[in-house]
């Protein structure tokens, strides 16, 4: 069925180091792909997005890049601080103008400083 | 600005009584979802309301429902709780036209 799925639960990186977060999705009709940042207590937080018909987009120290070809998505952050710590999802917007997601199962990021 | 507003932020409640929950959205938007977040299942969509509207609902049994008044409020019910439906509910408020959803903090529920 519909989903979006997580490739790896848990990553430990080093303080300063890059960061890289994969993701696997199966609706290939969604229109948005969504990073969102969760930390102990709190509710998901907007991180990037990225449109189905563009392959990279770059924030403040995170890069999205979208693979259609094989239904990846990946979030890259830069210089890992440890106020980067969190559980990361991945998300699907299924069509415009509707706010209903499909989320995958997270990756909890620590890092270690 | 005020974020997004969920009360109460916990809740305990015995088998087969029944809940509601509430969500403010940030001024202004006017859709508001909401979305159902447990250790084995994640987050998984609810009900999606917009201008006192449901748009979409998820796959959730008929003893989940929601609505939303006309200042954009919303509230969901749960009747005849059951000890699965203990999760964090979380609510989530958009602007029209916008991809990003701000999330409240939830309410953390538990079924006794």
């Known amino acids: 069925g519909e989903s979006v799925g997580l490739h790896l639960p848990t990553l430990s990186v080093q303080e300063g180091d890059n960061s890289i977060i994969n993701c696997a999705y199966s609706n290939s009709a969604s229109d948005y792909f969504i990073w969102y940042k969760q930390e102990s207590g709190k509710g998901p937080q907007f991180i990037i997005d990225?449109?189905?018909?563009?392959d990279k987009r770059q924030g403040q120290r995170v890069t999205v890049l979208l693979n259609k070809t094989v239904k990846h998505l990946s979030l890259q952050i830069a210089a890992t601080q440890p106020g980067d710590s969190a559980v990361y999802f991945c998300a699907e917007r299924k069509e415009a103008g509707s706010y209903q997601l499909t989320f995958g199962k997270g990756t909890k990021l620590s890092v270690i400083p | 600005k005020a974020g997004v507003t969920q009360t109460p932020r916990y809740l305990i409640k015995t088998r087969g009584q029944q809940v509601t929950l509430s969500c403010s959205p940030i001024s202004g938007h006017r859709s508001v979802s909401w979305y159902q977040q447990t250790p084995g299942q994640g987050l998984q969509f609810l009900f999606e309301?917009?201008?006192?509207?449901?748009?979409n609902k998820g796959n959730f049994p008929g003893r989940f429902s929601g609505r939303q008044f006309s200042n954009s409020r919303s509230e969901m019910n749960v009747s005849t709780l059951e000890l699965g439906d203990s999760a964090l509910y979380l609510c989530a408020s958009s602007r029209q036209g916008a991809t990003e959803a701000f999330f409240g903090q939830g309410t953390r529920l538990t079924v006794v």
């Open positions: 990225i449109r189905s018909n563009m």
């Open positions: 309301y917009f201008s006192e509207t449901q748009r």
